[in-house]
């Protein structure tokens, strides 16, 4: 294994790895050294790049913390957590469909019965959310677990909002006998994803924004179905058409409708404008072992 040139490197790094156990392990390993050299060829890579290349990935690294992780923002910008998602989670059109699950889902968010207000207090517009959970052939699923998760008016999430302690806007929802579930809450906004880092220099340099759409996020169980993590969008956002995590699908835009206090659907609930979010989500069995 001398002498070495560019044109033999690759087949040399592929032959050491020939001993690999694992035969999946193998196959992505030899996949990911031939595309990187072909990479490293097609462009001609210097050595100045070669160490900038090196500079930003030590720094996105660096950056991650148990309640940051850089890598994964990366990954969502440059559109490979959606093609895994996509790739993993291929399922009929009239299905609801998956979207990325994001940085803020927790664990140890509480359990709610329908209806709570799980704002925490937070002001905003008041958001009455009424979903159900059905089958392909429209059969209600009941008992199914529903995670909700979603921004303030500011497009911060309860973990970002100063002072606030408690956990709000999230909770975990049981549907009924009819596969309904609903809560109150407060209406979401748009907001940029974290440019203070490698990433953010990376969508300047590329001319991209950093503002997501705003969205409520799902995440939904049930047995014998596969998982949904799922979020919607406001029909009316201006940044559907640039989400920078490349999520928005068009069957998850849906329309916030807003009403006067005294009209619509859940007048008298409010005294003050209010939006209404209603939204049906479709179920895939899970696939016979």
């Known amino acids: 294994m001398r002498d070495l040139t560019s044109d033999t490197i ?18 992505i390993l030899e996949s990911l050294v031939r595309h990187l050299h072909s990479f490293v060829s097609d462009v001609a890579l210097t050595e100045e790049e070669w ?4 500079d930003f990935l ?37 299905t609801t469909q998956n979207s990325v699950l994001g940085p803020y889902f927790r664990e140890d968010r509480p359990q709610h019965d329908d209806a709570a207000d799980i704002s925490g207090g937070l002001p905003g517009t ?20 529903v995670d909700v998760w979603h921004s303030d008016a500011d497009g911060h999430y309860d973990m970002e909002v100063p002072g606030q302690v408690d956990p709000a806007m999230r909770a975990l929802f049981r549907t009924d006998e009819t596969g309904h579930f609903g809560f109150r809450s407060i209406r979401p906004s748009s907001y940029p994803i974290p440019g203070d880092g490698p990433v953010g220099e990376f969508m300047s340099a590329t001319g991209r924004s950093l503002m997501r759409p705003a969205h409520v996020h799902l995440l939904i ?9 799922t979020m919607l969008f406001p029909s009316d956002d201006q940044y559907l058409d640039t989400d920078p995590v490349f999520g928005v699908k068009e069957s998850l835009v849906e329309s916030y409708d807003t009403y006067a206090a005294d009209a619509g659907p859940c007048r008298g609930l409010t005294d003050v404008p209010y939006t209404l979010l209603r939204h ?9 072992d």
């Open 10 to 27: 690759t087949e040399a790094v592929i032959s050491t790895m020939r001993d690999t156990k694992d035969s999946r392990l193998a196959k």
């Open 280 to 288: 049906t989500f479709i179920l895939e069995p899970r696939p016979a």
């Open 58 to 94: 030590t720094r996105t690294g660096q950056m991650c913390t148990p309640t940051r992780q850089e890598f994964i923002l990366l990954s969502d910008v440059l559109g490979v957590t959606m093609l895994v998602d996509a790739l993993s989670n291929r399922r009929p059109a009239e």
């Open 221 to 229: 169980e049930a047995p014998g179905f596969q998982r949904v993590t």
């Open 51 to 54: 160490a900038q290349g090196v």
């Open 126 to 145: 008041p958001l009455f959310f009424e979903g159900r959970v059905v089958n392909r052939a429209g059969a209600p699923v009941a008992d199914a677990a």
